[in-house]
């Protein structure tokens, strides 16, 4: 029974990075953040530079999240059943690596976005 609630505990934690990803990206695609601001959205200098450069890496980087969102829950899932049943050490070990697997597509969003802005807002003297 202990085995069986830590995976379900892990598989819920496990779950965290690729559920954020297809929320904000959904949310950053239909309803991103109106106005520039340091708290809320993807911020970044280039993005903050003018409202419109702001409303292209919302957009961008909300479509990013949700293409590589939707296959990391998939290998999250499939991932977690394949650990069904097995003890709490492989369990948590497995899930350390997947989680560390999930933030590559989580953080890769960062230069994504900073090259598309840099080729769609790029100064030209």
């Known amino acids: 029974m202990a085995n069986f609630l830590f995976w379900l505990f892990t598989l819920a934690t496990v779950l965290l990075i690729p559920g954020c990803m297809l929320y904000f990206g959904r949310r950053f695609q239909t309803r991103p953040p109106e106005r520039i601001n340091g ?4 911020r970044s200098t280039r993005s903050m ?12 980087s909300g479509r990013f ?13 499939v991932w977690m059943l394949l650990l ?6 492989t369990v948590g070990s497995s899930a350390v690596v997947l989680t560390g697997l999930q933030l590559l597509p989580l953080l890769a969003v960062i230069p994504a976005t900073e090259r ?9 003297g």
């Open 116 to 124: 598309a802005l840099k080729r769609k807002f790029q100064v030209s």
């Open 84 to 89: 069904l049943g097995r003890d709490i050490g």
């Open 65 to 77: 999240w949700l293409r590589a969102g939707r296959p990391t829950l998939a290998v999250s899932l």
């Open 49 to 60: 530079q003018s409202q419109e450069a702001w409303d292209f890496a919302q957009v961008y």
């Open 39 to 42: 708290g809320y959205g993807y």
